[in-house]
């Protein structure tokens, strides 16, 4: 949102309907706003292209407070993102779709957001998928290296995916299970038809 000492600026930047009560509502918000277009950026009016694919929202009010200035004066910028979810599926104890409460949300916390990583998945196999322009940019990491702490994959971004692959004792558990139950249904058919022979 910008406001602007002149009434009729604001209006021309502000092009948003409004929910019941004069709200702005995340629906409306979401029809007729500022939509991200394919290369990343977004489209205002006597101002033309921005830039704000891979920013965050402080890196983006910024940049329009740079850009404002040369079209009014003591304009406030506020900036709000309606689609701000991330997704974290895979071996984690409630996989879904969570919104991203501030500007700067870790990949730890977005699991945490998910209940953790359960039993069977890895800490050492997380796979960070991310839209950008040219397609889906895949990141994969290890919880345990010191190294994601200066990643650009750090924090987390709007529309992220987030997955936590099984580790190998997940198949192996699954293997037991069924050797398990064969064998003892082996044993029970052999103990059968050595019941049989002594008749």
């Given at each position: 949102?910008?406001?602007?000492?002149?009434?009729?600026?604001?209006?021309?930047?502000?092009?948003?309907?409004?929910?019941?009560?004069?709200?702005?509502?995340?629906?409306?918000?979401?029809?007729?706003?500022?939509?991200?277009?394919?290369?990343?950026?977004?489209?205002?009016?006597?101002?033309?292209?921005?830039?704000?694919?891979?920013?965050?929202?402080?890196?983006?009010?910024?940049?329009?407070d740079?850009?404002?200035?040369?079209?009014?004066?003591?304009?406030?910028?506020?900036?709000?993102?309606?689609?701000?979810?991330?997704?974290?599926i895979?071996?984690?104890?409630?996989?879904?779709?969570y919104?991203?409460?501030?500007?700067?949300?870790?990949?730890?916390?977005?699991?945490?957001?998910a209940?953790?990583?359960?039993?069977?998945?890895?800490?050492?196999?997380?796979?960070?998928?991310?839209?950008?322009?040219?397609?889906?940019?895949?990141?994969?990491?290890?919880?345990?290296?010191?190294?994601?702490?200066?990643s650009e994959?750090?924090?987390?971004?709007?529309?992220?995916?987030?997955?936590s692959?099984p580790?190998?004792?997940?198949?192996?558990?699954?293997?037991?299970?069924?050797?398990?139950?064969?064998?003892?249904?082996?044993t029970?058919?052999?103990?059968?038809?050595?019941f049989?022979?002594?008749?």
């Amino acid at each position: 949102r910008v406001i602007t000492p002149d009434p009729q600026w604001s209006a021309l930047f502000n092009i948003m309907p409004v929910g019941a009560g004069g709200a702005v509502t995340e629906e409306s918000a979401g029809l007729f706003g500022y939509s991200v277009d394919g290369e990343g950026r977004i489209e205002i009016p006597f101002v033309g292209k921005v830039d704000v694919g891979g920013k965050t929202l402080a890196e983006i009010k910024e940049s329009l407070d740079s850009i404002f200035k040369n079209y009014v004066t003591d304009a406030a910028i506020s900036i709000r993102l309606v689609n701000n979810y991330v997704s974290v599926i895979g071996e984690v104890r409630t996989p879904g779709r969570y919104r991203l409460s501030k500007d700067r949300v870790t990949i730890f916390e977005a699991i945490a957001m998910a209940g953790d990583i359960k039993e069977f998945g890895s800490r050492h196999k997380v796979q960070l998928i991310r839209p950008s322009p040219y397609g889906p940019v895949v990141k994969e990491f290890s919880l345990s290296d010191r190294s994601i702490l200066s990643s650009e994959f750090y924090y987390v971004m709007p529309n992220d995916i987030i997955y936590s692959m099984p580790i190998n004792g997940k198949a192996f558990q699954v293997n037991s299970t069924f050797w398990s139950l064969f064998l003892s249904t082996v044993t029970s058919t052999l103990g059968v038809i050595a019941f049989f022979r002594t008749f």
